[in-house]
């Protein structure tokens, strides 16, 4: 039994009350101290004769009512401790392989696993599974040619069907995936199926309240592009007597608070602020001007201070700028949180770099297609050796354990938005101006758009500032 909803029934009982089980959703979201001061309400208006309380009792006094409850589910920064050079990449890559093989192994249509030492004993033609990380893929015009490995061994393995080609082309290298294989009579391992940890049809949970969160990221403070009058226009806006924003409770920025310092060559000619402390007392100073009652959750990226392999460590809660800044949650990318019992996934988004440069149809201009396969591969970042850097943690930190409501990133300044099997995906753009850099590759960003959710009915409102 939920231990608040123990607590609310014992404390009807002692006045001679019952509650009905459906109260247990409203002990989620609710302060035990107020939901025994509505208890009383409820009990002062009752009739004698009627001892049970129900939600619909509990309704007239809580549905005007925002509340507000957040709980850090996941933060890695605690838990960061990398280990010595191969042997920590070992541990890591192992942790990962072990995890996701357990997680797959859940699944119906799975029989039992081979280790790939165990294929030379199988018989021709019979059809079995292996599993493997993805080691190399090489795509022909008549087949499709990967490598896996496994703990106990490496494997080639040829596709020739359309459709399980189609799968093989889309995977992502260092993923991890099950193969359904046979032996043919020339000793070729052929592919006849491939099985992704993925994502199950998710029914997401909501908010009892209309509260609403904005989604913002890449404020890149300090730079010379930062949009620092449309960044006070939305903070104004959150003091409006607006509708939306009267209903904000929660606000998230998924890195790149700050433009950083020596992040990429020649950065210091487009800097308006030449220092890490100067970009943060500027950015403590902003967030200072958002209403109280709203709490900001804060995730590092590429440009904020700190280390920048994966995964980040929060931006240290020691800089003295961020004292007394009561309603900021400073936490590591990445991040599993619950507002108001709807849990987000806050990630940087650095790996999309990666899936862009080697997966066939991927795009900066939409990212939800590369967070889809992120998901499929229940993975955020699987690609190693690429732009991303990994740290060889004891344990793998980026794997997608549990599935989240709302999936949300940034680093590639581009607002976007999507939904896989019951998650909503939103990357959150950005608050910098088109930059040198990015004219000249072609990338144009969408600047001073918020993503507003409201997460009771999971509608997204967009607001241009």
């Known amino acids: 039994?939920?231990?608040?909803?123990?607590?609310?029934?014992?404390?009807?009982?002692?006045?001679?009350?019952?509650?009905?089980?459906?109260?247990?959703?409203?002990?989620?979201?609710?302060?035990?101290?107020?939901?025994?001061?509505?208890?009383?309400?409820?009990?002062?208006?009752?009739?004698?004769?009627?001892?049970?309380?129900?939600?619909?009792?509990?309704?007239?006094?809580?549905?005007?009512?925002i509340i507000v409850q957040h709980d850090v589910l996941f933060d890695p920064t605690s838990q960061i401790a990398s280990d010595e050079g191969m042997h920590g990449y070992y541990s890591l890559f192992k942790d990962r392989f072990t995890k996701l093989k357990k997680t797959i192994s859940k699944r119906s249509e799975i029989s039992k696993i081979y280790t790939i030492s165990e294929i030379s004993n199988s018989k021709n033609n019979t059809m079995i599974y292996v599993c493997g990380l993805l080691l190399k893929r090489d795509s022909e015009k008549k087949f499709t040619?990967?490598?896996?490995?496994?703990?106990?061994?490496?494997?080639?393995?040829?596709?020739?069907?359309?459709?399980?080609?189609?799968?093989?082309?889309?995977?992502l290298l260092d993923q991890f995936a099950v193969f359904k294989i046979q032996v043919n009579i020339n000793k070729n391992i052929?592919?006849?199926?491939?099985?992704?940890?993925?994502?199950?049809?998710?029914?997401?949970?909501?908010?009892?309240?209309?509260?609403?969160?904005?989604?913002l990221s890449d404020l890149h403070i300090g730079s010379k592009y930062f949009m620092e009058k449309e960044i006070n226009n939305f903070i104004s806006w959150l003091s409006s007597d607006n509708n939306i924003a009267k209903k904000i409770r929660f606000i998230v920025i998924s890195g790149?608070?700050?433009?950083?310092?020596?992040?990429?060559?020649?950065?210091?000619?487009?800097?308006?602020?030449?220092?890490?402390?100067?970009?943060?007392?500027?950015?403590?100073?902003?967030?200072?001007?958002?209403?109280?009652h709203i709490k900001i959750f804060i995730i590092p990226g590429n440009h904020d201070p700190g280390r920048r392999a994966l995964p980040q460590p929060a931006i240290q809660k020691k800089h003295k700028y961020f004292q007394n800044c009561e309603n900021i949650f400073l936490l590591g990318n990445p991040s599993l949180i619950s507002l108001n019992n709807v849990k987000i996934l806050a990630y940087h988004g650095q790996s999309i770099d990666d899936v862009v440069k080697t997966t066939p149809g991927m795009h900066y201009n939409k990212p939800t297609a590369v967070m889809k396969l992120l998901l499929r591969s229940r993975h955020l970042s699987p690609i190693y050796g690429s732009r991303t850097p990994i740290a060889p943690e004891s344990h793998d930190m980026l794997i997608i354990n549990e599935i989240p409501d709302i999936f949300i990133t940034g680093h590639v300044h581009i607002i976007d938005y999507d939904s896989y099997r019951g998650i909503l995906l939103i990357?959150?753009?950005?608050?910098?101006?088109?930059?040198?850099?990015?004219?000249?590759?072609?990338?144009?960003?969408?600047?001073?758009?918020?993503?507003?959710?409201?997460?009771?009915?999971?509608?997204i409102y967009q607001n241009n500032f």
């Not at 199926?193 to 989604?215: E, G, M, Q, V, Y």
């Not at 990429?264 to 209403?291: F, G, T, W």
């Open 1 to 65: 039994m939920n231990r608040k909803f123990e607590v609310v029934m014992n404390y009807a009982l002692e006045k001679g009350y019952q509650v009905q089980p459906n109260i247990l959703e409203l002990c989620e979201v609710i302060n035990i101290d107020e939901i025994k001061n509505v208890i009383q309400k409820i009990i002062n208006k009752k009739k004698q004769s009627d001892c049970i309380i129900t939600k619909k009792d509990f309704d007239e006094y809580i549905n005007d009512k």
């Open 427 to 459: 990357n959150s753009g950005t608050w910098q101006k088109q930059t040198p850099f990015q004219s000249s590759v072609g990338i144009t960003p969408t600047p001073g758009v918020v993503m507003i959710i409201d997460l009771k009915t999971f509608t």
């Open 145 to 171: 040619r990967l490598l896996i490995d496994d703990l106990t061994d490496s494997l080639e393995i040829l596709v020739f069907e359309e459709d399980v080609k189609n799968i093989a082309n889309m995977l």
């Open 256 to 292: 790149d608070l700050i433009d950083g310092i020596g992040i990429y060559p020649d950065q210091k000619d487009e800097l308006d602020l030449d220092s890490i402390d100067k970009q943060l007392y500027k950015a403590v100073s902003i967030l200072k001007k958002i209403p109280k």
């Open 190 to 215: 052929v592919c006849k199926d491939i099985i992704l940890p993925d994502i199950p049809k998710h029914k997401h949970n909501r908010s009892r309240t209309n509260a609403c969160a904005a989604f």
